[in-house]
């Protein structure tokens, strides 16, 4: 289900069942002459539809998320039209959003991140710093100071892995990738996940274009190799969520 396009009645029913409620995260950011300025969004976008699809529509999945900390690593301002936005204000946006979601009633928020694939680097720090931030506000705000201490939760930690548990109400994710395969930035794998899911955002022939080290593996890209090491991305991501099927 997509939440743009969908209705109250279905929304308040997804919540109600405890459905996963996602959102694709990505940044605008230069990936060579050959892959699309989208790439870190489009691939976790594609493989929540493929989700979707998997689980029966049984997921609400929210607007893919575009702009983050795409940083200027990768090549300058002035050559690569890379869209930044500072950390703390991705905080603060986040802040808003999780608020508004948890009011409503949600508790089974993924943000499923694919710019930036090492752990705790600077977008998934800021998106989890507002979620874990937000969490504790939206949990004083509505059972008051004290609510930790307090002998109803004397059971806090037992029931930790439970997907009810505060600290589960919002992850930030990552799919994950299995042997033979690594993360690259516009090289043969993530160029090769792109083909396949949106075969429009690839030029392969202007691979070499540049001539940028971090490129050169895209030669060997293809949608073939895009279906193996989605399926992996796909089975990986599939196990983080929490279905109720």
């Known amino acids: 289900m997509r939440f743009e396009l ?11 069942n405890r459905w996963p409620l996602i959102m694709p995260l990505g940044v605008l950011e230069y990936h060579g002459a050959h892959c ?3 790439t870190d969004g489009l691939i976790p976008q594609g493989l929540l539809y493929k989700l979707e699809e998997r689980h029966n529509g049984k997921c609400v999945i929210l607007p893919t998320f575009w702009y983050g900390p795409a940083t200027y690593a990768v090549t300058t301002a002035k050559k690569g039209c890379s869209i930044h936005v500072d950390y703390d204000a991705l905080d603060h946006l986040f802040c808003g959003i999780f608020e508004s979601l948890l009011k409503f009633g949600w508790r089974n928020i993924f943000c499923v991140q694919f710019h930036q694939s090492e752990d705790l680097l600077p977008m998934q720090l800021s998106i989890m710093k507002a979620a874990k931030s937000i969490t504790f506000k939206f949990l004083q705000d509505n059972y008051g100071e004290g609510w930790w201490g307090n002998n109803q939760n004397k059971d806090f930690y037992e029931s930790m892995d439970s997907v009810d548990h505060p600290w589960n109400w919002i992850r930030v994710i990552r ?10 930035h516009a090289g043969k794998w993530e160029t090769s996940s792109l083909w396949d899911l949106y075969p429009e955002a690839v030029c392969h022939d202007r691979w070499a274009d540049t001539g940028e080290w971090f490129c050169q593996t895209a030669k060997d890209a293809s949608p073939e190799n895009g279906a193996y090491v989605n399926e992996i991305l796909l089975n990986n991501l599939d196990k983080q969520i929490q279905w109720r099927d």
């Open 36 to 38: 699309a300025y989208g």
């Open 175 to 184: 799919p994950g990738v299995g042997e033979n395969v690594e993360f690259d």
């Open 6 to 16: 969908s209705f109250h009645k279905e929304i308040e029913e997804a919540k109600n």
